[in-house]
């Protein structure tokens, strides 16, 4: 392991490993920018949920969160898992079916679903719908009156939760664009319509309180608030929930500031808060959803650079710039997000000197990494950033034109693309003349 943190080892040429691969090998094969999967780290994450559920002997569905990593390939993966899947655009619903994921396993969220996506979900008899405003509702219920279907939702709400996490990764508070508020009446609203529907089976309820949790308070306190309100509907409608999914947000180790506890004490600690409130409200224990995202990508992907220009601010500052940046990784520049990596070529060499790296677009605030430890630096020497699977490629754009990245999977000892380079031609594609 790569300072006993990040889960990569380092071969007896001193480059860092990948899955088994020489990740040097990997950015010559393949160019840079380059997104590296490990995937047994992928199938061990997904693991981790499901096994920890299994041991519990509790009913549930792990949902992977696609929006962090979409692709077919990966959706591959995780059908091999046995995980649910979390879909929130038309466009993440189109690639699940390509990727011949269970449409019965598929949930679909979104905070302002079209007439098109919802025709799509329920064309397709997908598992779950995800109801989160009024006018959804009216969409639902004339499409499957004209259809002659019914389908499965849960009702989003917003718990009133602010957790300690970053703002922009705040999505349970009250001032949210997401879902049913609890303490104003909307969701009691909501819950009216949907209970005597004909064509809608009213399943129960899902909050998300944000991303990027160390500890399971926020979780805890969603379960008690939702477990109220279902009492409340028990009492005066006979109510009884089938599922209670409390959404994602596990966090994972960027840098050394971060400190998450493991996959299983989070399940543990959902599971018998669940538990206990059911039992206190007399409240058959409902079946326990849950949509891990970046816990299930995140630190299975490396983002690979070549390094080229440098620049040496004699008592201020050591820029090193990378052929990548905010168009692969916008995260740093749009909420200051932090990333550790080293030198893939010399990875087992000691730190002499301390950079920042720069990303290629034309943007001050293209800045991946301040102040990282490293060895003397050489030009096309190869940068490993860790921690990069999820929201990098999901969150890519071609600011300044810059093609989207390739990804390749590693899986013992073997690499694969899995979504090749673009091209310029790519990027120009949908261009026309004007004449």
């Given at each position: 392991?790569?300072?006993?943190?990040?889960?990569?080892?380092?071969?007896?040429?001193?480059?860092?490993?990948?899955?088994?691969?020489?990740?040097?090998?990997?950015?010559?094969?393949?160019?840079?920018?380059?997104?590296?999967?490990?995937?047994?780290?992928?199938?061990?994450?997904?693991?981790?949920?499901?096994?920890?559920?299994?041991?519990?002997?509790?009913?549930?569905?792990?949902?992977?969160?696609?929006?962090?990593?979409?692709?077919?390939?990966?959706?591959?993966?995780?059908?091999?898992?046995?995980?649910?899947?979390?879909?929130?655009?038309?466009?993440?619903?189109?690639?699940?079916?390509?990727?011949?994921?269970?449409?019965?396993?598929?949930?679909?969220?979104?905070?302002?679903?079209?007439?098109?996506?919802?025709?799509?979900?329920?064309?397709?008899?997908?598992?779950?719908?995800?109801?989160?405003?009024?006018?959804?509702?009216?969409?639902?219920?004339?499409?499957?009156?004209?259809?002659?279907?019914?389908?499965?939702?849960?009702?989003?709400?917003?718990?009133?939760?602010?957790?300690?996490?970053?703002?922009?990764?705040?999505?349970?508070?009250?001032?949210?664009?997401?879902?049913?508020?609890?303490?104003?009446?909307?969701?009691?609203?909501?819950?009216?319509?949907?209970?005597?529907?004909?064509?809608?089976?009213?399943?129960?309820?899902?909050?998300?309180?944000?991303?990027?949790?160390?500890?399971?308070?926020?979780?805890?306190?969603?379960?008690?608030?939702?477990?109220?309100?279902?009492?409340?509907?028990?009492?005066?409608?006979?109510?009884?929930?089938?599922?209670?999914?409390?959404?994602?947000?596990?966090?994972?180790?960027?840098?050394?500031?971060?400190?998450?506890?493991?996959?299983?004490?989070?399940?543990?600690?959902?599971?018998?808060a669940v538990r206990e409130q059911a039992t206190s409200f007399n409240i058959p224990l409902p079946e326990i959803w849950i949509e891990p995202g970046r816990a299930i990508?995140?630190?299975?992907?490396?983002?690979?650079?070549?390094?080229?220009?440098?620049?040496?601010?004699?008592?201020?500052?050591?820029?090193?710039?990378?052929?990548?940046?905010?168009?692969?990784?916008?995260?740093?520049?749009?909420?200051?997000?932090?990333?550790?990596?080293?030198?893939?070529?010399?990875?087992?060499?000691?730190?002499?000197?301390?950079?920042?790296?720069?990303?290629?677009?034309?943007?001050?605030?293209?800045?991946?990494?301040?102040?990282?430890?490293?060895?003397?630096?050489?030009?096309?020497?190869?940068?490993?950033?860790?921690?990069?699977?999820?929201?990098?490629?999901?969150?890519?754009?071609?600011?300044?034109?810059?093609?989207?990245?390739?990804?390749?999977?590693?899986e013992n000892g073997r690499d694969q693309l899995v979504i090749k380079r673009e091209t310029y031609h790519d990027v120009v594609k949908n261009d026309m003349s004007y004449e």
């Amino acid at each position: 392991m790569i300072a006993d943190h990040h889960p990569f080892d380092i071969n007896d040429s001193g480059h860092l490993t990948i899955g088994g691969i020489d990740s040097v090998d990997l950015a010559q094969k393949y160019g840079t920018p380059l997104y590296v999967y490990d995937v047994s780290l992928i199938r061990e994450n997904c693991r981790a949920f499901v096994n920890t559920f299994q041991e519990l002997g509790v009913r549930a569905q792990v949902a992977y969160a696609s929006k962090a990593f979409s692709s077919v390939a990966m959706l591959q993966v995780i059908k091999q898992e046995g995980l649910s899947l979390d879909v929130v655009s038309q466009g993440e619903l189109y690639t699940a079916l390509t990727a011949n994921f269970p449409s019965d396993k598929i949930h679909l969220h979104g905070n302002n679903k079209n007439i098109d996506e919802l025709e799509m979900a329920i064309e397709h008899d997908i598992g779950c719908i995800v109801v989160d405003n009024f006018y959804e509702i009216e969409l639902i219920s004339k499409l499957l009156r004209e259809k002659g279907k019914t389908m499965d939702v849960l009702m989003r709400v917003t718990p009133g939760i602010e957790p300690n996490t970053h703002q922009y990764i705040v999505t349970g508070n009250e001032d949210s664009k997401f879902g049913f508020n609890l303490s104003n009446g909307q969701a009691d609203r909501a819950f009216l319509q949907l209970q005597e529907h004909d064509h809608i089976h009213f399943k129960g309820l899902h909050s998300h309180i944000g991303s990027q949790f160390f500890e399971t308070e926020g979780f805890l306190l969603a379960a008690k608030t939702l477990f109220q309100k279902m009492a409340e509907w028990q009492h005066q409608y006979h109510f009884t929930p089938e599922v209670l999914n409390l959404g994602g947000g596990f966090g994972i180790r960027y840098t050394a500031e971060d400190q998450p506890i493991s996959y299983s004490d989070h399940i543990r600690d959902i599971t018998a808060a669940v538990r206990e409130q059911a039992t206190s409200f007399n409240i058959p224990l409902p079946e326990i959803w849950i949509e891990p995202g970046r816990a299930i990508a995140g630190n299975a992907g490396v983002t690979l650079y070549t390094v080229g220009s440098t620049k040496e601010i004699p008592g201020v500052r050591h820029y090193i710039s990378v052929d990548g940046g905010m168009t692969d990784n916008i995260r740093p520049a749009l909420y200051q997000a932090k990333y550790e990596g080293v030198l893939a070529n010399k990875a087992s060499h000691p730190a002499t000197d301390t950079v920042s790296v720069a990303g290629k677009c034309c943007e001050s605030g293209d800045m991946l990494i301040w102040d990282l430890p490293i060895p003397a630096v050489d030009h096309n020497d190869i940068l490993a950033v860790f921690s990069t699977g999820a929201y990098g490629y999901s969150m890519a754009n071609h600011y300044n034109r810059f093609p989207k990245a390739a990804a390749v999977f590693v899986e013992n000892g073997r690499d694969q693309l899995v979504i090749k380079r673009e091209t310029y031609h790519d990027v120009v594609k949908n261009d026309m003349s004007y004449e």
